[in-house]
């Protein structure tokens, strides 16, 4: 369980850096980094996959298609939704709507596997909800009328990257405890390869279609960000993902997602060089200690008594 969680939470670190990634790179476009993220963990999927061990065979046709699929659509167009997200948004915001995500996720898995008692769950799903909604209502009372629309973009823009993510979530698990789950080494390939499939139909729509003139620099900062994304950000995520999923109840799992929002927060902070808002830290303590409810209410004692 230990090692589940520590999976678990280095997954959201990695993944909280989709939040403040598609500004770091500018003038490059969202599209220009979700094609040369993507693309790069095809490419390191391929290459492992001259070892024999890591290569997904003797999975069933349908598990090997889901797998692609969920590499496709979960992680190219979740990613370009929050890239959007951020471009209209800012920084606070999107990681905030996502942040829903563990209260959707935990409602829909103990609903369908009754792991914990609802009244044991209520608490901490309480606690996060009042963290991320105190965060959003304030920062949204704080914009100008103007500056409303472009906000409004944003959240729809996070609203569809968050549906694409509950989808993902909740496919991408029920696959890992399935009976015959395949290994996390070849589920994080499948997607890998599905991921690098949807980066190829983005490709028309990148800058590389454009006479747009970017200096040395400003490539070599891009390279740099896509080679962090593509390989720790994607690959290594998913690995973690993967392991996490297998060893932890869905209901936990989501809980520790939360740890998602607190990363992209912070993370965002650093590149604005400024310190958070009091309903910002307030949020977010109350989203931390809403998951570490959770953690303490899904001890294997307590699931073996529930």
């Known amino acids: 369980m230990l090692i589940g969680i520590l999976c678990g939470l280095a997954t959201c670190a ?4 989709s939040f403040v990634a598609p500004r770091v790179v500018a003038p490059y476009t969202a599209i220009d980094l979700t094609v040369a993220r993507y693309g790069l963990f095809a490419v390191v999927s391929l290459i492992l996959m001259i070892n024999p061990r890591f290569r997904p065979v003797g999975l069933r046709r349908s598990l090997v298609l889901t797998g692609i699929a969920l590499g496709s659509v979960g992680y190219v167009g979740y990613f370009m939704s929050i890239s959007y997200a951020v471009r209209y948004a800012g920084t606070a915001i999107p990681p905030l709507v996502i942040g829903t995500m563990p209260v959707l996720l935990a409602i829909i898995a103990n609903l369908r596997d009754q792991v914990i008692g609802w009244r044991a769950l209520a608490i901490p799903l309480i606690l996060i909800a009042i963290g991320i909604g105190w965060v959003n209502v304030s920062i949204f009372a704080t914009t100008s009328a103007g500056d409303q629309t472009g906000i409004l973009l944003g959240i729809v ?10 989808t993902y979530g909740m496919m991408s698990a029920a696959v890992m405890q399935s009976q015959d789950t395949p290994s996390a080494m070849h589920w994080t390939a499948l997607q890998g ?6 980066a190829l139909v983005l490709l028309p729509f990148t800058s590389l279609g454009e006479t747009v003139s970017f200096t040395g620099a400003q490539t070599f900062h891009f390279v740099l960000w896509a080679a962090v994304m593509g390989i720790a950000g994607s690959w290594l995520a998913t690995l973690c993902w993967m392991i996490a999923s297998h060893l932890l109840p869905l209901a936990l799992a989501a809980q520790l997602i939360v740890a998602e929002t607190v990363f992209g927060l912070f993370y965002g902070f650093l590149f604005e060089q400024r310190m958070p808002t009091v309903p910002e830290a307030g949020g977010a303590i109350l989203q931390l200690i809403g998951v570490g409810m959770a953690i303490a209410i899904f001890t294997p004692k307590r699931v073996k008594q529930a």
Do not use: C, N
Request: glycine share 24%.
């Open 193 to 198: 390869i599905g991921a690098g499939i949807g």
């Open 14 to 17: 990695l993944w909280g850096l």
């Open 157 to 166: 823009a996070a609203l569809i990257g968050l549906a694409l993510w509950v």
